[in-house]
């Protein structure tokens, strides 16, 4: 089956990179494409694409903006959002107007493919550059002072390592195989946290994460 993809993009040659990357696979297909935030939300409820690439800076109507707009219009469309920056602002506010995935342009080559097929499957993708991020600052939250930690919520040691990997987008078996143990053990730590956190999906897992340490007010 053929995936329709959408590009949001100001800048011409980079979506002209996309084009020619994506077009080398027979299973995806470039239906459309636009630099303007303002036309993405109509376009794509002409195309109907399956996925759309948003760029989170462009006239018109920003990436965050057009991806909630796009969310309402077309609820089954996955956003991929695309930035050269890795703030923690900039991922949680992506990831609160509906985007399923974080890559950043830098990375936009295996990396904006390796998204796509995961979300695809349902799952929350975050590119290396900002995976990295997001476990630092899960590592800083667990390492805060008491008094600036949630006293009512209380992750073990194991439940941290399998909060990065659900964060980082990895499925429960390579969670597993990272930390040599069963992939069924992996599950439970996932509800537990979740159960813990009082979150309902990995985007809420990696929002509580960003908004926790201290550069997410930066």
Do not use: W
């Not at 830098?106 to 975050?126: C, M, N, P």
């Not at 990995?202 to 997410?216: C, E, G, K, S, W």
């Amino acid at each position: 089956m053929t995936t329709r993809i959408f590009l949001a993009d100001d800048h011409i040659m980079f979506r002209e990179a996309l084009c020619n990357l994506l077009r080398t696979h027979a299973t995806m297909d470039v239906v459309g494409q636009t630099g303007d935030g303002s036309q993405v939300a109509p376009m794509c409820g002409t195309l109907v694409p399956d996925i759309v690439c948003m760029d989170i800076h462009m006239p018109g109507l920003n990436g965050i903006e057009a991806t909630r707009q796009l969310r309402q219009q077309c609820p089954h469309t996955k956003v991929i959002a695309l930035s050269a920056y890795t703030e923690a602002r900039h991922v949680m506010e992506m990831l609160n107007a509906g985007a399923a995935a974080f890559v950043t342009k830098a990375e936009a080559s295996d990396e904006l493919l390796h998204a796509i097929r995961v979300v695809q499957t349902g799952r929350t993708y975050l590119c290396p550059d900002v995976a990295g991020a997001v476990a630092g600052a899960f590592a800083g939250a667990a390492s805060a002072p008491p008094e600036a930690r949630n006293p009512t919520v209380v992750l073990s040691t194991r439940e941290q390592q399998v909060a990065e990997g659900v964060a980082q987008g990895k499925t429960s078996c390579q969670i597993a195989n990272e930390l040599f143990i069963a992939p069924s053990t992996v599950d439970v730590h996932r509800r537990n946290i979740m159960r813990k956190l009082k979150l309902r999906n990995v985007a809420d897992l990696t929002r509580y994460v960003l908004a926790q340490a201290p550069q997410a007010q930066s």
